[in-house]
């Protein structure tokens, strides 16, 4: 096929110049050479000198936006913490205000921040493709199963069951911190998010024993503006055991647990532990010394991901004009614009409202006193600490097991459902 393609490209400028007498001879010869037919090789002479136009038309065409613009999206890009040019272009109307009256942006003129609002998403995509990051490595599962009696005892909850899009209904899991190896104890971070407002917290631990991820549990439930009405998580041990079950009975919370081996029933949150989790915290190995700055890390990523970024959510399916069908999305909004839609309403229709008291007060104080881009660097400051202290340790991991010895860990773990880390463990709360 490629060669075919040259020879067309070769006849191309000659059949666009041609007497029709000589268009038949060159036909002719396209004939002879590639073996097809005359209807064939007309259609194919005719594509290429659409090509051949249209890359005229790109390399004749001016650059609409100035260089300075072009410096200026990258710079606020790098401040917002490199989101993608849809969510770039929906955060630009909130935070280029702050930015500039932080004193941020002085630097450019007025004229350059009207270009920057003219570009669309796909022009932002475009000039930034070429200084994004490299794909990151990929990190280890460490889910064991629970017990089969106890995890019969509680309701599954499919991909395909509806909820009533009211706050509180929400989704954890836990990502391991194990680096290339499961061997030993390291942290875990534990993230919860709901399904109605994207509204994400995390909080680590020293390991999933549920005496540790229980104070995980209660920075969380602390950091809510909303109560928590439904709990759904995957089958593992660190959320399926009599100690957690009763303490979401106690606080009157229906638990759901979604079908073993269906990432799809969890996709709200195992989405967040790439793009929030793995984004933030990489796949470094941390262990107890490093649990402060995680757990410092998260407060400041909750402010930044549910007060100043956007996302969009699937509230519909439609098809395109040749019947392909497709997911429809909302406009992006911040999880706490969604949350306080969805409370008004409900205070309109006469309700008590989802915010809890005091919450509101609190979120308005910490939005209305935020530098976002004073937020970004303090986050990768933190990020800049875990990555000192945590990659000698995770590259001597590297060099001692090596991919092979990796790869047999995580293989032993999903056959005998016995963690390596149990065997060299010595808290009482992590075995059975």
Not at 47 to 68: F, I, K, N
Not at 189 to 194: E, G
Not at 302 to 319: A, D, E, H, Q, V
Request: glycine share 6%; hydrophobic share 35%.
């Amino acid at each position: 096929m490629a060669t075919k393609h040259q020879i067309t490209l070769r006849f191309r400028d000659e059949y666009a110049k041609a007497s029709k007498k000589d268009k038949g001879v060159i036909l002719d010869r396209m004939c002879e050479t590639l073996g097809i037919g005359r209807s064939t090789a007309r259609r194919r002479l005719a594509a290429a000198s659409r090509e051949g136009s249209a890359e005229r038309r790109r390399a004749e065409r001016p650059c609409r936006y100035s260089d300075r613009s072009r410096q200026l999206l990258r710079e606020v890009w790098m401040l917002m913490d490199m989101p993608c040019g849809k969510y770039l272009k929906a955060m630009l109307p909130q935070w280029l205000p702050v930015l500039r009256a932080c004193g941020e942006l002085d630097d450019y003129g007025g004229d350059v921040f009207d270009e920057l609002m003219a570009m669309s998403a796909a022009t932002v995509d475009r000039y930034l493709r070429p200084v994004r990051d490299a794909a990151r490595p990929r990190g280890l599962a460490s889910t064991r199963p629970a017990g089969e009696l106890l995890r019969n005892s509680i309701t599954i909850r499919k991909a395909s069951d509806e909820l009533d899009g009211l706050p509180g209904d929400v989704e954890a899991d836990t990502v391991a911190h194990c680096g290339p190896s499961l061997r030993g104890e390291f942290c875990r971070t534990l993230t919860v998010v709901d399904f109605a407002t994207g509204w994400t917290e995390n909080a680590s631990a020293r390991n999933n024993a549920y005496r540790n991820l229980s104070l995980a549990e209660a920075v969380i439930e602390e950091r809510l503006p909303f109560r928590i009405r439904s709990y759904d998580s995957d089958n593992g041990s660190e959320f399926i055991n009599a100690d957690f079950i009763a303490h979401l009975q106690a606080i009157d919370v229906e638990q759901t647990r979604s079908r073993p081996y269906r990432k799809n029933d969890q996709a709200t949150v195992e989405s967040r532990n790439n793009h929030v989790v793995r984004r933030h915290a990489f796949y470094y190995r941390y262990e107890p010394p490093e649990l402060d700055l995680l757990n410092e890390l998260w407060e400041l990523v909750s402010i930044k991901m549910n007060l100043f970024t956007p996302s969009k959510k699937p509230i519909g399916r439609s098809c395109t004009r040749d019947g392909r069908p497709r997911r429809v999305y909302d406009r992006p909004a911040t999880p706490w614009e969604r949350l306080k839609r969805l409370d008004e309403r409900d205070r309109a229709d006469g309700g008590a409202g989802f915010i809890l008291p005091g919450r509101r007060e609190r979120i308005e104080t910490i939005l209305s006193g935020t530098n976002p881009a004073e937020l970004v660097r303090r986050v990768h400051a933190i990020q800049d600490q875990l990555e000192d202290m945590a990659l000698p340790r995770t590259r001597r991991l590297e060099k001692r097991l090596g991919p092979d010895m990796a790869y047999l860990d995580r293989t032993l773990a999903r056959i005998t459902g016995v963690r390596p880390e149990d065997h060299n463990n010595d808290t009482p709360a992590d075995t059975d």
